[in-house]
């Protein structure tokens, strides 16, 4: 191999190393570019689907502070009523969060009759029910991915 071939491929492997650091770089201070999203438990809405099972649909507001969009890659949650777990959750599909905004989220969960004990008669009320909504969300940026834990509690 010429001296000049070996000089061109040198710069080639530097220019792809540089790339790669800087890469690495702008993915690690994302974190500082990045406002965490909030997540809200707004609604519970219940749809019987058996004798022994229902699924609750959450409705959940999505508070994206940025000024840019976010993609909300993946989406796990557990819902716990007056201190009892009731179900947990996953949504996969992606969802866009446009910038300095607040979008609705349906999460469903499926939960049996039997974990809701009087839980369930408050919820069809509209009581106050006493919540704790918790989990993780992988987040899409222009720069890489980030997940965030949450958790938000009170009273429906």
């Known amino acids: ?18 790339l790669l650091v800087l890469s ?7 974190n500082w570019i990045l406002e965490k999203p909030s997540f809200s438990l707004r609604e519970i809405t219940v749809n019987p689907r058996s004798l022994k099972e229902l699924q609750l649909i959450l409705g959940i507001d999505v508070h994206n502070p940025n000024r840019f969009d976010l993609t909300l890659r993946s ?46 008669l408050s919820i069809i009320t509209g009581k106050g029910l006493p919540y704790k909504f918790e989990g993780r969300a ?18 429906l």
Do not use: H
């Open 138 to 155: 992988e987040v899409k940026t222009i720069i890489g991915s980030v997940t965030f834990t949450f958790a938000d509690d009170g009273r």
């Open 75 to 120: 989406f796990e949650y557990t819902i716990t009523l007056s201190g009892e777990e009731v179900g947990v959750g996953r949504l996969e599909k992606e969802l866009l969060i446009p910038a300095a905004s607040t979008s609705r989220v349906q999460a469903p969960v499926s939960a049996e009759f039997k974990n809701l004990g009087g839980s369930l």
């Open 1 to 18: 191999m010429s001296e000049m071939k070996k000089r061109r491929r040198i710069r080639a492997l530097r220019g792809w190393l540089l």
């Open 24 to 30: 690495v770089f702008l993915a690690s201070c994302l």
